[in-house]
């Protein structure tokens, strides 16, 4: 088992930056690949971005790509998001997840999800 635990959501305005966290603990952190999903409220989650095992290869869902950057600390236990270029749209929850066996890029792949954090955006 593993426990992921979301943090560095908040308000910024349109065009600013914000670097969300996710931390994992239990079971081996490099037995899971890694991803963000957000979510608003009435509507089904979206994926976001995910990483391999090792941060090898990364994917980026077409809404995102080219402004945020995924990547992993294995060391460290903790998969990270830099989200720049912010736009009103960006406006979800973020939601950490894990997968054992495949790199989630849907959110029923994921094993694991944590709790969630607010990306505010503002215009």
């Known amino acids: 088992q593993v426990q992921l635990g979301e943090s560095g959501g908040g308000l910024v305005q349109a065009g600013g930056s914000l670097r969300l966290s996710c931390a994992a603990s239990?079971?081996?952190?490099?037995?899971?690949?890694m991803g963000w999903f957000r979510q608003v409220p009435g509507k089904e989650r979206e994926f976001v971005a995910a990483?391999?095992?090792?941060?090898?290869?990364?994917y980026y869902g077409d809404s995102v790509k080219g402004r945020f950057i995924i990547s992993r600390d294995n060391g460290q236990n903790t998969v990270f998001l830099q989200m720049n270029s912010l736009k009103p749209e960006d406006t979800a929850i973020y939601y950490c997840?894990?997968?054992?066996?495949?790199?989630?890029?849907?959110?029923?792949?994921?094993?694991?999800w944590g709790q969630g954090t607010q990306v505010t955006v503002s215009s």
């Open positions: 239990g079971r081996t952190f490099s037995s899971y690949a």
């Open positions: 990483i391999t095992w090792t941060g090898g290869t990364t």
């Open positions: 997840a894990a997968t054992r066996n495949k790199v989630p890029r849907k959110t029923d792949d994921s094993d694991y």
